[in-house]
């Protein structure tokens, strides 16, 4: 079974800080998926990134994959309010007959005006 | 909006009825998944179909079946609901590029 660890657990900023969330494995995957979950919501895809060293840009976020596709960082420049949510990161990886992602437990992300 | 519903959104039932949750997409996804997700857990796979009429278990299977009679629709049943199936559940579809997209969720508390 891979697992994929996410930290840290819970994280409470003020707003215009920086901050961090790191998404770590032993195991190698095929890409490596970022999605946001606000409360009582479904989760949203941020981004998938699938080369190792790769680097997606998105508005103030900005996420990395390994050289090794065993771990991925999500940085947030400048955090809002509106970044307030629950983190997730998935690992993609091809089983027979399907596509499975293994989730991290996910990171709760508080941005205090 | 990858088209996803699911049905209901909150249910409260009793211990030992069987309850169905129904997952209707109108993208033509050929994967479809059932997770559920709790407290310190997170996202877990139950079940997931890869095709009309074929289906595989996943993480947590055990206590949940599944059926997919048509390609819109992905059915989640609990034969006999437990305490322990209190949980938010999750249907996701699986994009060309490997990619899921979630429902909003069903909210099953199990007294």
């Known amino acids: 079974t891979q697992l994929l660890e996410q930290s840290p657990q819970f994280l409470s900023i003020q707003e215009g800080e920086n901050l961090t969330v790191y998404c770590n494995s032993s195991?190698?995957?095929?890409?490596l998926q970022w999605y946001r979950q606000e409360p009582g919501e479904g989760p949203v895809l941020l981004v998938t990134?699938?080369?190792?060293?790769e680097v997606k840009k998105l508005k103030r976020l900005t996420f990395q994959f390994g050289d090794a596709r065993k771990d991925s960082s999500l940085h947030i420049t400048a955090a809002q309010p509106g970044d307030t949510g629950l983190y997730l990161c998935a690992g993609g990886e091809s089983g027979a007959g399907s596509y499975q992602l293994t989730f991290g437990k996910g990171t709760k992300l508080s941005v205090i005006p | 909006d990858a088209g996803i519903t699911q049905s209901p959104r909150h249910k409260v039932t009793e211990t030992g009825t069987p309850v169905t949750l129904r997952c209707h997409q109108t993208?033509?996804?050929?994967?479809m998944y059932w997770y559920r997700q709790d407290p310190g857990h997170g996202l877990r796979l139950i079940h997931y179909s890869y095709g009309v009429k074929d289906t595989d278990k996943g993480e947590v299977s055990d206590g949940y079946s599944v059926s997919r009679s048509k390609t819109e629709d992905f059915l989640l049943t609990l034969e006999s609901a437990t305490s322990s199936q209190t949980s938010v559940y999750f249907c996701a579809v699986r994009e060309s590029g490997g990619e899921q997209y979630f429902g909003p969720g069903t909210r099953l508390t199990v007294t």
């Open positions: 990134v699938v080369t190792g060293g």
């Open positions: 195991s190698v995957f095929s890409s």
């Open positions: 993208e033509n996804h050929r994967y």
